[in-house]
């Protein structure tokens, strides 16, 4: 019987998924180590020890611990742009907010503990992350702002809440219970009604303006 051709790829299996390389997983490694014990708090052994490789081959892929901060500080920098490029999305009303805070702002997610636990070590002078974790403050802080101010263009901030205050003190309270996340709640025994997105709506509905009254019906 002759052979039949079948096109190019018919009958081959569907295309997997390209593994993850490992400095990848280095970074991913690196990311929970600083979020956890920080910059300073993390050696590079300790890191290799929590991924499960060797120091050497740690060194293979990098050489001092100041450029794990920097791949770290590199994918900050994309969850801050990728963020920005979503803002529209965020700033339309009170739900839209609490959607972004659920999505970009969680306190208990990776990048805000990554944030939380960086910032804090940088008020150190000689941190090498200093400036760009300043200028990353600076962009969740605008973009927090610019869903404050046009909620104030619809009318529905408090007229003596300034927007640029408001996203700096919503964006504090997101770094703050990020630590709480940590600190206080383990040590709770018994179910608490402090969800971190439900202190932060409360925040966020203690800056809005009070809703008007109903006029009353006649009978």
Same mark, same amino acid.
């Given at each position: 019987?002759?052979?039949?051709?079948?096109?190019?790829? #018919?009958?081959?299996?569907?295309?997997? @998924?390209?593994?993850?390389? =490992?400095?990848?997983?280095?970074?991913?490694?690196?990311?929970?180590m600083f979020a956890e014990h920080g910059y300073h708090g993390s050696s590079l052994r300790d890191i290799s020890r929590h991924i499960g490789i060797s120091h050497s081959g740690m060194l293979h892929h990098f050489e001092a611990k100041e450029l794990l901060l920097e791949g770290v500080l590199d994918r900050?920098?994309?969850?801050?742009? #990728?963020?920005?490029?979503r803002i529209e @999305?965020?700033?339309?009303? =009170?739900?839209?907010l609490l959607g972004g805070l659920a999505e970009v702002w969680h306190p208990a997610c990776l990048e805000v503990r990554l944030l939380a636990t960086l910032d804090?070590?940088?008020?150190?002078?000689?941190?090498?992350?200093?400036?760009?974790l300043a200028r990353l403050r600076k962009v969740h802080e605008h973009m927090l702002e610019t869903c404050f101010a046009a909620l104030s263009e619809q009318g529905l901030l408090h007229v003596e809440t300034d927007p640029a205050f408001a996203g700096r003190s919503l964006y504090a309270m997101v770094l703050n219970l990020a630590v709480r996340e940590k600190t206080v709640r383990p040590l709770q025994h018994r179910p608490q009604d402090d969800a971190p997105l439900a202190d932060l709506a409360r925040q966020v509905d203690a800056l809005l303006a009070d809703a008007p009254e109903e006029p009353a019906h006649e009978g």
């Open positions: 019987m002759p052979h039949r051709s079948t096109p190019p790829g #018919a009958d081959d299996p569907a295309p997997l @998924d390209p593994p993850r390389g =490992r400095r990848e997983e280095i970074l991913d490694g690196a990311a929970e900050l920098e994309d969850h801050a742009q #990728a963020a920005l490029e @999305d965020f700033r339309g009303d =009170r739900e839209a804090a070590e940088s008020v150190s002078a000689d941190h090498p992350g200093r400036l760009r």
